[in-house]
């Protein structure tokens, strides 16, 4: 969904976990460069998980490093080299300046040193453009609203205009969720309450809005706002204005089906929420997606998307 890829906008960085720190040389971030190079290349996470701290180990996690790898590889190829910037020190705090070098460009490296034990890495990765994973979001999410409404015959456009704005509102809120619980908590923990309050959030608007309104539209309208017109307005912003690329980096095939499946529940989930306002609804429908929000985030699109399937049936079992 696009409110959980929006921070993605953002250049990729990872862990400023800068305590209290010193280095003994300004260089003593070249040993890890050079392993950094090699563990990025040859998928090797080994060869770099020596040289950081517990805390920092917690947060970049081998599959954490997949995830970075696997970006990076697509975005700027193999890694060639790097160069030493200089340092900046804030009381006993130093920070390492590197840039390296690939096949296609270059990014900058921050490192963070305490006691030669390295606590804190930040990468200046910048996805490319991705329009064709735009569009087959897009795409998905026209394709429920075609099916849905040959089934239907019946949508209120003020209902869909609401719902579209509901998820302009969820995309403020709910990015602060995903920064706040990657600053926070280690990846695991920051996973499973990013998708609880993201699930909490989402069906509580939803809701709230659907009393005595057309759950239907509504619904169908949040899938709108969230996976055409937020994904068209994030793009053209940030690619094209802000000049900080969009990440659209899953495969086509996920993103279609993510965007297509999302809009069907939103808008069957929604219904029955206008329908029946029963607590233990709400409460199924959120648990439901909390846990496909947690597959999606963990990388596990398609059993993510199983999840939502089965929401759908519940819906379309309680519709009757």
């Known amino acids: 969904m696009i409110m959980r890829k929006i921070p993605a906008v953002l250049p990729f960085i990872i862990l400023l976990l800068f305590h209290n720190v010193s280095a003994g040389s300004p260089h003593v971030g070249d040993d890890f460069m050079e392993r950094f ?7 090797n996470y080994s060869l770099i998980e020596p040289y950081m701290s ?6 970049f996690t081998r599959d954490y490093f997949e995830e970075v790898r696997e970006l990076t590889l697509k975005n700027y190829g193999r890694l060639i080299s790097y160069t030493y910037e200089g340092n900046e020190t804030e009381g006993e705090i130093v920070r390492l300046k590197y840039t ?6 270059s990014f900058p490296v921050l490192l963070a040193y305490r006691d030669g034990k390295l606590v804190g890495l930040a990468l200046g990765i910048r996805p490319k453009p991705n329009p064709t994973g735009m569009m087959a979001s897009m795409g998905g999410t026209l394709l429920a609203l075609i099916g849905l409404y040959a089934w239907r015959r019946r949508l209120s456009l003020p209902e869909i205009a609401l719902g579209s704005a509901l998820a302009l509102a969820l995309s403020i809120v709910i990015p602060f969720y995903s920064i706040t619980g990657t600053l926070l908590l280690p990846r695991s923990a920051a996973i499973v309450i990013v998708s609880l309050l993201t699930s909490l959030t989402v069906e509580g608007g939803k809701y709230y809005l659907s009393k005595n309104r057309d759950g239907f539209s509504l619904g169908l309208g949040l899938g709108l706002g969230q996976f055409i017109l937020l994904a068209l ?16 980096t899953g495969s086509v095939v996920p993103l279609f089906l993510e965007a ?6 939103y808008a ?4 029955i929420y206008s329908r029946k ?17 947690g597959l999606l985030n963990a990388g596990r699109v398609y059993e993510s ?7 759908i049936g519940v819906a379309l079992k309680l519709r009757g």
């Open 37 to 43: 190079i090699t563990a990025v290349n040859s998928d």
């Open 54 to 59: 517990d805390q920092l180990k917690a947060q």
């Open 100 to 105: 390296v070098k690939a096949e296609r460009g």
């Open 233 to 248: 307005g994030t793009f053209v912003a940030t690619n094209f204005i802000m000049k900080l690329p969009v990440s659209f």
């Open 260 to 265: 297509f499946i999302f809009t069907v529940f």
């Open 268 to 271: 069957l989930s929604t219904e």
């Open 277 to 293: 306002r029963a607590l233990r609804f709400f409460l199924a429908f959120t648990a439901l997606e909390f846990l496909a929000l």
């Open 305 to 311: 998307l199983l999840f939502i399937t089965v929401g």
